[in-house]
């Protein structure tokens, strides 16, 4: 559940998809991205002033993505981890 919009659930599906259900306007919206195996897990972050939905799939991928705008391609955070990565 969203941590201060009430009535707003993240999801991840079996087959990669994710995205947000507003159970108060019964309403269902996918995220542009997707995952190419199961999620196994979802949940919401802050990051500055905004309050921001991540996935991580079966694949290893970690998505940050922007429940104000979904249509946007959400951000692999992995990559901002291979920056700390040592050989």
Do not use: A, R
Not at 9 to 37: R, V
């Amino acid at each position: 559940w969203h941590p201060s919009i009430e009535g707003l659930l993240g999801f991840g599906t079996e087959d990669g998809q994710i995205g947000i259900i507003d159970t108060f306007k019964q309403k269902c919206t996918n995220f542009q991205s997707s995952h190419k195996k199961i999620v196994y897990s979802v949940g919401w972050g802050k990051l500055k002033d905004k309050i921001l939905f991540y996935s991580c799939g079966g694949e290893g991928i970690i998505l940050q993505s922007d429940p104000k705008h979904p249509e946007i391609i959400s951000k692999d955070i992995n990559e901002e981890f291979d920056e700390f990565k040592t050989v």
